[in-house]
């Protein structure tokens, strides 16, 4: 099972930025897509973006143009860079991984880590 580790969450203005992280760990070797989920208070889980081994990268709409998704395979870690936040981006945030992007899509995970507050005032 692969252990996610996700960091860099915190309280910032509209406007700001912030920069996640989130370093996988354990039975790394089936590692293909890493993606970012947030999770709202009282909405479900939503992925915002993903990335492949190689470099592919997909957005939700909703941040598109704002947060830049991208990794280290030599550390097995991701990040998401994310500018521009808006208030509406106040979540916990979540990585995971797998072999497709639309094993990330379904998200029916047994495992998730704890997450990273990101909370921005308005």
């Known amino acids: 099972q692969v252990q996610l580790v996700e960091s860099g969450g915190g309280l910032v203005q509209a406007g700001g930025s912030l920069r996640l992280s989130c370093q996988a760990s354990?039975?790394?070797?089936?590692?293909?897509?890493m993606g970012w989920y947030r999770q709202a208070p009282g909405k479900q889980r939503e992925l915002v973006a993903t990335?492949?081994?190689?470099?592919?990268?997909n957005y939700a709409d909703s941040v598109k143009g704002r947060f830049t998704i991208s990794r280290d395979n030599a550390k097995n870690t991701v990040y998401l860079q994310m500018n521009s936040l808006k208030s509406e981006d106040t979540a916990v945030y979540y990585c995971?991984?797998?072999?497709?992007?639309?094993?990330?899509?379904?998200?029916?995970?047994?495992?998730w880590g704890q997450g990273t507050q990101v909370t921005v005032s308005s």
């Open positions: 995971n991984t797998g072999p497709t992007r639309a094993y990330l899509l379904r998200g029916a995970f047994d495992y």
């Open positions: 990335i492949s081994s190689g470099g592919t990268t």
């Open positions: 354990g039975r790394i070797s089936s590692i293909n897509y």
